[in-house]
């Protein structure tokens, strides 16, 4: 029989065993992958790759030159191209979907923005954290854009967790979604508070780690250690292969499918 690494457990343990509903011990998420069989049932999320937010000089980096922050910028430039890899993944196997979210106020003064980000300042200009309706600055990044006249999604946020601000839960929840493929930024910020609302809401969520981005390789490292008890930590090479159907089954698809 196969076996398994599990948590809370030293032994390893059939699929038959460890796929029992309700479970005597559970599958470690680290060994789980998103089969072809379900790819209809995944959803990509960007999170705040923006003009606001990604760009020297614009948004909340303005008064600040790339010079300044050399890791983020760079990051940033790494991150962009491995979500346009995911999302030509996601896009080309015609089954799963892509979701942006991006923080833009419903009003033009962004009093409707949370507390938190009226409380996030620029050192340099102490502007707030506040988008206003329909400002370039909530645009996303022309490389990984959402394609015009298609099925993508496009959610405005005004607080950390787009869970908590938004109807994003009832729009996955519509749409089938079962796993939850998370990229964007900051990495400890945004990305992770999402992780852990949708850990929480039942979504298998899978953060692409070199699809984040943070302001220190420190915050980055911290991030990705506060989420591995919410999420499964993968690359973006892994989570393309899977995207592109080669993930043929995975214990997890079964069970999911029989008890969710």
């Known amino acids: 029989k196969a076996t398994v690494s599990v948590l809370n457990c030293d032994a390893a343990m059939s699929w038959p065993e460890a796929t029992k509903h309700p479970p005597r011990r559970y599958i470690s998420r680290q060994v789980l992958r998103i089969p072809k069989a379900d790819l209809a049932r995944a959803a990509v999320l960007v999170i705040d790759v923006q003009q606001y937010c990604s760009v020297p000089g614009e948004g909340c980096w303005e008064g600040v030159a790339r010079g300044d922050a050399p890791y983020f910028f760079d990051r940033v430039d790494s991150m962009v191209g491995n979500i346009a890899e995911l999302l030509a993944a996601a896009r080309?196997?015609?089954?799963?979907?892509?979701?942006?979210?991006?923080?833009?106020?419903?009003?033009?003064?962004?009093?409707?923005?949370?507390?938190?980000?009226?409380?996030?300042?620029?050192?340099?200009?102490?502007?707030?954290?506040?988008?206003?309706?329909?400002?370039?600055?909530?645009?996303?990044?022309?490389?990984?854009?959402?394609?015009?006249?298609?099925?993508?999604?496009?959610?405005?946020?005004?607080?950390?967790?787009?869970?908590?601000?938004?109807?994003?839960?009832?729009?996955?929840?519509?749409?089938?979604?079962?796993?939850?493929?998370?990229?964007?930024?900051?990495?400890?910020q945004c990305v992770e508070s999402a992780v852990r609302d949708a850990a929480d809401l039942g979504y298998f969520v899978t953060v692409v780690e070199d699809a984040c981005a943070a302001k220190s390789p420190q915050e980055h490292a911290a991030g990705l250690f506060n989420m591995k008890g919410f999420a499964r930590i993968a690359t973006a090479a892994e989570v393309t292969e899977e995207l592109a159907g080669k993930v043929l089954e995975s214990p997890f698809a079964s069970h999911s499918r029989s008890h969710l």
């Open 92 to 188: 080309g196997n015609g089954a799963s979907d892509v979701v942006y979210t991006v923080i833009e106020a419903l009003t033009q003064d962004g009093r409707d923005s949370s507390l938190d980000y009226k409380l996030s300042m620029n050192s340099k200009t102490h502007k707030a954290m506040v988008v206003p309706k329909g400002s370039a600055g909530a645009a996303v990044l022309p490389r990984i854009a959402p394609l015009p006249n298609s099925n993508e999604m496009l959610i405005p946020k005004t607080s950390c967790s787009v869970f908590q601000s938004t109807n994003i839960h009832y729009v996955l929840r519509n749409l089938g979604t079962r796993y939850l493929i998370v990229c964007g930024q900051l990495t400890n």
